[in-house]
Structure formats: C-alpha cells, structure tokens
C-alpha cells in the first residue's frame, strides 16, 4: 500500500511541479478578485423600504416577458419556466414577509459556480496529458519498471487527476468566499434563500444551497475528466482528448436539445450529467427520475474506465 499511495504522490508532483498548472491557479484567482470588483461597482444593495414595490414590479416584467415568448415564433419553453419559477419565489417572499437578502459573501460564491467550467477544462487539460505525455516524453518504459502492475498505475493516474479537479474546486470555493467576505462582507451561516423545488417553494439556507450547487457541479467536472482520461489511454494523443472533450464539453447540452424528439435522447450522457435538474424541476425529459439519471452515469463510468483500463493494460510498449 506504501508504493501505492507514493506512487499517487508521485503523479501529484508531477502535475504541480508544471508551471502550466500554476498558471491555471493564477487565472481563477485573478478572475475570481476581477469579478468582485466589477460587482462591487454595481448596486447590488436592497431597498428594504420598498422590497414589496421591487418585486412587484420584477414580476409584471416577468409576465410581459412570459407574453412576449408565448407570442414569439419559437417557443422557448426554458426561458418561460424560468420567469415563472422567478414569479413563485417572488410572491412567496410577499406572501410569508421575506425581504430579499443583502448582496454578501455566500451569494458571491454561488454566482462564481460559472467558473467550474473553467475548473472542467483545467481539468480536462491535465486528465488529457497525464498518460499520453508518458508516451510523448518516452517515459512509459521508466513507469512501467516500478513494482506496480498496470492496473493500480492506471489507477494511481485517474485518483490523481480527480484529486486535481477537487482541489480546483475547493480552491474556487475558498478563493470566492475569502474575496467575497472582503469585499461584501458575511452573511453567517444562518441566512436564507428562496428556491423553486419540486414540490414548491421553499426557503433554505444559503449555505446549504452553496454547498448543494457545487457538490451538483462536481458530478459533471468528474465525468468530463473520466471522457478525457479514457480518450487519453485510448488514443495516446492529449491534443485529440482535450480537443474532443472541451468540443462535447460545450457543445454536449447543444446535442442533447438537437435530439431532444428522440425517445433515445435521454440515454444521452449530457442529459443526465446536470443532476440539480431534479432538485429545481427543470426536468430535461419528461419522465426522468433522479434514480434513472445515476444509473446512466455509471454506465458512463464504468464504460469509460474500462476501456481506458483495457487498452493501458494491453499495449505493447516495446517499440515506444
């Protein structure tokens, strides 16, 4: 187990000893204090005087836009539910006397959630090169020496790689709300928010929604990195796995909507990957359940690792 855990040292080293990786963390910093400061210059304060008067009038807007959708030649169902869902929380905070909140450090967090996609092509990046590169460099021989087999090297690789993408989000986390709690101070633990669920409306901590949207977000950064860590055992070529991971990364949602007429549209994996769509009832496909969803991610899984096990493990390495 000692050479086990050493050897996932090993490949940490690796990929923090590159000064491309520290550049990546210097991107999310910068755009991280960027964006506060932007914020900053916006007023982001509440009326508390007139909170009633302000959601009133967010949700004429709302309905004029809902009219104008419906009136439209196209149809964008998306958008209407959107601006319903809004229409709900607006009026249950009217109705139970809930002022929305001062603009804090837990709302900045949750606004920097766009940034895991980032996260997701840093990651991507490092998933694509951390086995091609060895045979790139020619460094797959001197790798194969060590008294390991295959299999727990090929292990020791993909631990790396979602250790790395963990990482990366937590470091987005703590960034955002160190920055946040600078700029726009702390809201505590204790504070609350209106959200669509289900079932209804419900008012939960902000906290606990934070954390529920990164935790969503990371389920989708895990995939993506399984994609191009099996393209990359596959093919050997990090350019072909990172090409064609960002290329289903951006364009996957995009698929999804080209074929959503298709009964087997569902069985897509960018239709299952965004797992929050049960927590607000913005379901992709009528039908889908939470349960069905899971399952199709390990098939994913499990299809992913496998073929990247079965050709890290059966090539020939003499002629490299």
Do not use: C
């Not at 631990?159 to 993408?165: C, K, N, P, R, Y």
């Amino acid at each position: 187990m000692s050479s086990f855990i050493k050897q996932i040292y090993n490949e940490h080293i690796k990929i923090y000893v590159r000064k491309p990786t520290w550049v990546m963390y210097f991107i999310l910093l910068a755009l991280v204090i960027g964006i506060a400061a932007v914020t900053q210059t916006t007023d982001l304060t509440n009326n508390h005087e007139n909170w009633e008067q302000a959601l009133e009038e967010e949700n004429q807007q709302s309905q004029e836009v809902i009219q104008n959708l419906r009136e439209a030649d196209f149809n964008n169902e998306l958008s209407i539910q959107m601006n319903e869902q809004a229409i709900e929380r607006n009026n249950y905070r009217l109705e139970n006397e809930i002022p929305p909140n001062e603009y804090g450090a837990w709302s900045f967090v949750e606004d920097n959630v766009f940034l895991l996609s980032l996260v997701s092509l840093f990651t991507i990046i490092v998933a694509a090169g951390i086995i091609a590169n060895e045979f790139k460099w020619g460094t797959i021989k001197l790798l194969l020496i060590r008294p390991l087999t295959r299999t727990k090297i090929l292990i020791t690789k993909y631990i790396s790689v979602l250790l790395f993408a963990l990482w990366t989000l937590v470091f987005v986390w703590v960034t955002s709300l160190i920055v946040g709690m600078a700029f726009f101070g702390f809201e505590g633990f204790t504070a609350t928010t209106v959200v669509n669920r289900p079932d209804g409306v419900q008012e939960v901590t902000l906290f606990s929604e934070v954390m529920k949207t990164y935790g969503f977000r990371l389920i989708n950064l895990v995939m993506m990195a399984t994609f191009a860590f099996m393209i990359s055992a596959v093919f050997r070529q990090s350019s072909l796995a990172i090409g064609l991971a960002i290329f289903l990364m951006f364009t996957g949602n995009t698929i999804v909507e080209f074929f959503a007429d298709r009964d087997w549209a569902k069985y897509i994996l960018f239709a299952n990957t965004d797992l929050q769509q049960f927590s607000t009832g913005n379901i992709m496909f009528e039908g889908m359940t939470l349960g069905f969803s899971i399952t199709m991610l390990m098939v994913y899984f499990v299809l992913f690792l496998t073929l990247a096990w079965t050709f890290f493990t059966k090539r020939d390495v003499a002629g490299e």
